[in-house]
């Protein structure tokens, strides 16, 4: 059965060309386009893994990673950051301080996307 991920990314291109290539590589997908949706879908859908930009309106992406690592249903899925975001900071507080599992920056290619997010469901197992 293939894994699900959660694209949590609010340019609509973006996440229409990850989507493509994430589907083309045999992942179920599922989008949202905010924090506040990332969380209700994360409950609905259950993810294998999830897929978080850190700039996204309202609530941004290392708030979302917080709250789901606070949380005992949730803290297990693994979160790779996607962020055009370069500063080594941003990448240490996301995995040292908000425990996100991987941070990739952008501009990315799918290949390096797909091997960690490969790598980490591996490691989930």
Do not use: W
């Not at 179920?28 to 700039?55: C, Q, R, W, Y």
């Not at 975001?85 to 290949?111: C, Q, W």
Request: overall charge negative; hydrophobic content about 45%; some cysteine.
């Amino acid at each position: 059965m293939p894994e699900t991920l959660l694209l949590v990314e609010d340019d609509k291109n973006i996440s229409r060309l990850l989507q493509y290539n994430l589907e083309k590589a045999g992942f179920n997908i599922f989008i949202a386009h905010s924090g506040e949706e990332a969380l209700t879908l994360v409950e609905d859908k259950e993810p294998d893994l999830i897929i978080l930009d850190i700039m996204l309106p309202g609530m941004d992406g290392l708030e979302v990673c917080r709250h789901l690592k606070r949380k005992k249903e949730t803290a297990h899925i693994p979160v790779v950051m996607l962020t055009a975001i370069t500063h080594e900071l941003n990448r240490k507080l996301s995995e040292n301080v908000m425990g996100a599992s991987g941070y990739i920056t952008k501009p990315f290619t799918a290949d390096v996307l797909l091997s960690t997010i490969r790598e980490l469901l591996l490691v989930k197992k």
